[in-house]
């Protein structure tokens, strides 16, 4: 049996996705809003408290059109409330954008995957990483490709890891950066090999314009002299400061059932659609499609796994025609999504690289 198909929301995406329906040749009976008691009509079809159409209704095609982050969220709830299954009785509209389209790309690039920094539930999997770093032909491959589509312009380029400074090419890596973009480029590192790195490292971040960022992390570093060096050449430092005794942290909780609803973990995600991720020639919304080999591979024999990324968790930067595809993609959530949940606050500490961190 044919289902009632009900847009939930009567606003701009609703009306929108009415139009697409309609011409795919799907029939609307109405909208669902919760201000159904003043618009009464869109397009000329009902507007609907959803009590009213849920009440005595079980074969429903509720197709989601809101796009305030918070609303969907309690939409969801109220939808899930009501028995609903995500999936079968609800859906969210294909046109609609969970994120706003950015005008210019904005991506970070591990340098290497290890770090010589341990920091229990590491969001990037290093302490279980093995030592690799990054292949100097596919960065510059990769680099030359999106200066192409791009026209040599990103927001900001973020070179990082792991700990970038562990890679022996790091000045290699600056030009060759360099060379393909007129834009932003920020290293991010922990700082521990900051301080004592040569003049001629300090010289070619001036020469490059590299921006350096030290993430904060409850440790000590040589801040004053990392100041006097970037001073010395000229070099923008941002120094996170971090009082060594607060070492507030953050930890993921994925959902390994992969049942999270994937537009509301994107919805709430602060990476996704804000800074896209590179690697071997394709950019994810983020880094985990890419990252959780490690996981899988240091938890071998553990009932935790994540399935490997398919070719709807990123864009094959070779595979596409325009930066505009790019763009477009992450307006929307990927099916990796499927295992965030929220955030936890934890305390910063060493890993013991035990499951739990991550689990
Ligand atoms: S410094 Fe800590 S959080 Fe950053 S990559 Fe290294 S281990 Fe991970
Ligand atoms: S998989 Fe999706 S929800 Fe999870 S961190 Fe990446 S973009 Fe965010």
Redesign the pocket.
């Given at each position: 049996m044919e289902k009632d198909t009900y847009i939930y929301g009567a606003g701009h995406y609703g009306v929108l996705t009415a139009l697409d329906l309609e011409q795919k040749g799907i029939q609307i009976k109405g909208f669902i809003d919760k201000n159904a008691g003043k618009i009464k009509t869109r397009l000329g079809l009902p507007v609907f408290e959803l009590n009213e159409v849920i009440s005595d209704n079980n074969n429903l095609n509720i197709i989601i059109a809101v796009q305030n982050r918070n609303a969907i969220r309690d939409v969801v709830e109220n939808l899930q409330l009501a028995g609903l299954k995500s999936g079968s009785d609800f859906n969210f509209s294909s046109i609609m954008p969970i994120k706003p389209k950015r005008n210019m790309l904005r991506f970070e690039v591990h340098l290497c995957d290890h770090c010589n920094l341990n920091c229990k539930s590491c969001g990037h999997f290093s302490p279980i990483a093995e030592k690799k770093f990054v292949d100097l032909d596919i960065l510059e491959r990769d680099f030359k490709r999106i200066s192409e589509l791009s026209g040599k312009k990103c927001e900001n380029i973020k070179l990082m890891g792991g700990e970038p400074l562990l890679h022996p090419n790091v000045i290699e890596i600056f030009n060759i950066t360099r060379k393909y973009f007129d834009t932003t480029i920020q290293l991010a590192t922990n700082g521990i090999l900051l301080a004592n790195q040569p003049n001629e490292f300090w010289e070619s971040c001036r020469i490059n314009n590299i921006n350096i960022f030290v993430s904060a992390y409850p440790i000590k570093i040589n801040a004053m002299k990392i100041k006097a060096q970037a001073s010395k050449f000229g070099v923008t430092v941002e120094l996170m400061d971090i009082e060594p005794e607060k070492k507030k942290w953050f930890k993921t909780s994925p959902d390994f059932t992969g049942c999270s609803n994937?537009e509301v973990?994107?919805s709430n995600?602060a990476?996704?659609g804000s800074c896209m991720f590179l690697e071997d020639g394709k950019l994810a919304?983020?880094g985990?499609?890419f990252l959780t080999k490690h996981f899988n591979k240091y938890f071998n024999d553990s009932k935790y796994k994540y399935e490997e990324p398919t070719e709807d968790d990123f864009v094959d930067i070779f595979k596409i025609n325009s930066l505009d595809e790019i763009l477009e993609k992450f307006t929307r959530?990927?099916p990796?999504?499927r295992?965030?949940t929220d955030i936890k606050e934890v305390q910063w500490g060493n890993s013991k690289r035990e499951i739990k961190e991550w689990t």
């Open positions: 994937i973990a994107y995600c990476y996704g919304q983020c985990l499609p959530a990927i990796y999504c295992y965030c």
